[in-house]
């Protein structure tokens, strides 16, 4: 068996490496152009040079959530795509949004400052049922939020594209509810995948549905919010803060205004990094149940993007 490993931006050793002890019967290299064909890829945002040479591939397995940069590429006809699994990424994910919703509730930003002028100053408490989180994608990272969110006790609710019962979660589904979501959700999660559906589905219009001085956490893709918007609804009051860490150009260019508004705070797409241990298991137990002729979790459904 034979697998290239073609990936932007990781470094390939210590991956190699980890999957060759994972699948000691492959043959694991770093794909350069005009390689022999391979039975698997493992890829992150793959050249589509990558791609047209290896028509054959049986599954593409892509080493993040998020399929978005596969989505937009030709991929082999018969080639199953394949995303991680949660593989470490939603505890990550579950530890990053809450730290961004606690931050901003308690107003530990307003504390900082104060302590930075030597000033002891108190705050009145505010209530959790004023800030309802919501939470757009109840997917596995959606999920495991809001399991997250609830032990600190916020009202939480959700939105998906079908409909979906989760404990202690109410949840919205479909263009229909999509008002309804908003007009009740005063801190606003996006966690969904980027789509023809859902691309710039953060703007002027829907930030503006939700209850006055809303927060935004963005840990999804960049271009799921209209960046032009952002700054007018902060200025105004409408938004009380974001969070965000993603960007529709990464990194983010030097310049930008989210540098360096005092609203917002960035983070360089971190939320939830891809873990090799965990991916790499993830990855050969997956091989080792299509060698076998078994099903498996996470193929993306070309016909949703997701
Ligand atoms: P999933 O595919 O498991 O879940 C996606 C969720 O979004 C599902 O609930 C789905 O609905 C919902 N959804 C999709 N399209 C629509 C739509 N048009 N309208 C309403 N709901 C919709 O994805 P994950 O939870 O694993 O990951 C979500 C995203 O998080 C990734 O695609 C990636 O972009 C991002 N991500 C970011 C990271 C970071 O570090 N910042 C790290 C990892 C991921 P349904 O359940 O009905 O299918
Ligand atoms: C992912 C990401 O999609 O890291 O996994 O953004």
Redesign the pocket.
């Known amino acids: 068996m034979k697998i290239h490993f073609c990936c932007t931006d990781f470094k390939a050793e210590p991956w190699i490496a980890a999957l060759r002890a994972a699948l000691p019967q492959a043959e694991i290299e770093v794909w350069t152009p005009g390689a022999p064909p391979g039975d698997y890829a493992v890829v992150w945002a793959p050249p589509q040079a990558f791609l047209d040479e290896q028509p054959q591939l049986k599954a593409v397995f892509n080493l993040?959530?998020?399929?978005?940069a596969l989505t937009q590429l030709k991929l082999p006809l018969d080639a199953r795509l394949v995303?991680?699994?949660?593989a470490g990424?939603?505890v990550?994910?579950a530890e990053?949004v809450v730290h961004a919703l606690i931050r901003h509730f308690r107003e530990f930003d307003g504390y900082e400052a104060d302590v930075a002028q030597g000033k002891w100053s108190f705050r009145k408490p505010r209530l959790r049922e004023d800030f309802p989180v919501g939470i757009?994608?109840?997917?596995?990272?959606?999920?495991?939020v809001a399991r997250a969110v609830q032990a600190f006790e916020f009202p939480v609710v959700?939105?998906?594209?079908?409909?979906?019962q989760v404990p202690g979660v109410r949840c919205y589904?479909?263009?229909g509810q999509?008002p309804d979501f908003l007009a009740e959700t005063r801190v606003l999660v996006c966690?969904?995948?980027?789509?023809d559906?859902?691309r710039g589905?953060l703007n002027r219009d829907s930030l503006s549905r939700l209850r006055p001085g809303a927060y935004l956490i963005n840990?999804?893709?960049g271009a799921h919010l209209v960046e032009e918007d952002l700054i007018p609804l902060l200025d105004a009051g409408q938004l009380a803060g974001a969070t965000l860490?993603?960007f529709r150009q990464e990194p983010l260019p030097a310049g930008h205004p989210f540098w360096r508004h005092p609203k917002i705070t960035i983070t360089p797409?971190?939320?939830?990094?891809?873990l090799r241990d965990e991916s790499v298991a993830q990855i050969a137990a997956k091989i080792a149940r299509l060698e076998r002729g078994e099903s498996i979790a996470g193929i993306v459904d070309p016909s949703?993007?997701?």
């Open positions: 993040g959530a998020g399929v978005d995303r991680l699994d949660d990424m939603s990550q994910m990053y757009m994608g109840l997917g596995v990272l959606g999920q495991r959700g939105w998906s594209r079908s409909p979906k589904a479909g263009a999509w966690l969904l995948p980027l789509t559906e859902t589905i840990v999804a893709r860490d993603v797409h971190t939320a939830a990094r891809t949703k993007g997701y």
